[in-house]
């Protein structure tokens, strides 16, 4: 996609495993002011993101295995970044020049900065570029990613997206995350329920785990530390941890009014 002398929002956009010879493969901005929220640009090359020229407002947007560099900048160059993530392209971070200006860098995952976390997609290409299929990869962050709730939710000439790609609730009691996908957008957000309304025991637990609550529960996922998912069996009061290899585990629980997390750990003799 090219953009030449305009002002532009391109907003939930996907591109992915496109070419471009001179340079841009997802998007080339050409002299203009661009505002650029939620887009998923993965597995394109030569570079995923071109700008000449131009004012780049870019927000919650998700660039990722792309061939060459997240953004390639020319002289003149304006950039404002917030809760972006640019992560596992060829070239880390972005490549700049020293026509460039970044008026704005705050809550962003860009590879190569200093403190700056794999971003834990659920399962991403396993190589950057067009030879790997970026349409088919799930690009959506695992609880456990550092992009969880990290973001700034002030919206004061942030140009903050109120939906993510996927039209989902962007910031939820206060918190958003980085990147173009909203993980927890299918929590309540009523207060959860007290301690005493919901026990989870015993912890450490061996075979399986009860739940002393009111309600019935509908649904039980237990996470391991790596991020891997399991869907457990349950009835009104119980679930089945027989199957699971011992670890630490978090427990993601819904009853017909709720949803809430609690963590036990399972052992095995």
């Known amino acids: 996609m090219s953009c030449y002398y305009s002002l532009s929002n391109i907003n939930a956009n996907r591109f992915h495993n496109n070419w471009a010879d001179i340079c841009g493969g997802g998007f080339y901005g050409y002299g203009g002011i661009f505002k650029i929220t939620n887009n998923l640009v993965t597995n394109n090359g030569r ?5 000449t020229l131009s004012d780049f407002y870019m927000r919650n947007n ?23 993530i640019f992560w596992g392209n060829e070239y880390a971070g972005i490549d700049t020049s020293v026509y460039t ?3 704005l860098l705050t809550n962003n995952i860009i590879e190569s900065f200093p403190g700056a976390a794999d971003p834990l997609f659920i399962n991403p290409t ?32 942030l140009f903050i997206p109120i939906t993510d790609l996927d039209g989902h609730q962007r910031i939820i009691a206060d918190t958003i995350d980085m990147g173009c996908f909203e993980y927890d957008y299918g929590i309540s957000v009523d207060q959860p329920e007290s301690k005493e309304n919901l026990i ?26 790596s991020g891997k998912k399991f869907h457990l069996r349950s009835n009104r009061n119980s679930a089945d941890i027989r199957f699971l290899p011992a670890g630490i585990y978090e ?11 609690e963590k036990i750990m399972l052992i095995k003799l």
Do not use: C, M
Request: hydrophobic content about 40%.
């Open 200 to 225: 989870v025991y015993p912890n450490p637990a061996r075979d399986v785990i009860y739940f002393n609550t009111r309600e019935i529960i509908e649904s039980v996922t237990a996470t391991d530390i």
């Open 47 to 51: 570079h995923a993101i071109k700008n």
């Open 126 to 157: 396993v190589g950057f570029g067009i030879d790997y299929d970026g349409l088919s990869a799930d690009w959506t962050l695992n609880e456990f990613s550092p992009a969880f709730n990290a973001g700034t939710p002030d919206t004061t000439g």
């Open 62 to 84: 998700t660039v990722a295995l792309n061939q060459g560099a997240a953004i390639y900048v020319e002289e003149g160059a304006l950039f404002n970044l917030a809760n972006n």
């Open 251 to 261: 427990l993601k629980i819904r009853n017909q009014k709720k949803k809430f997390t």
């Open 101 to 103: 200006t970044v008026t």
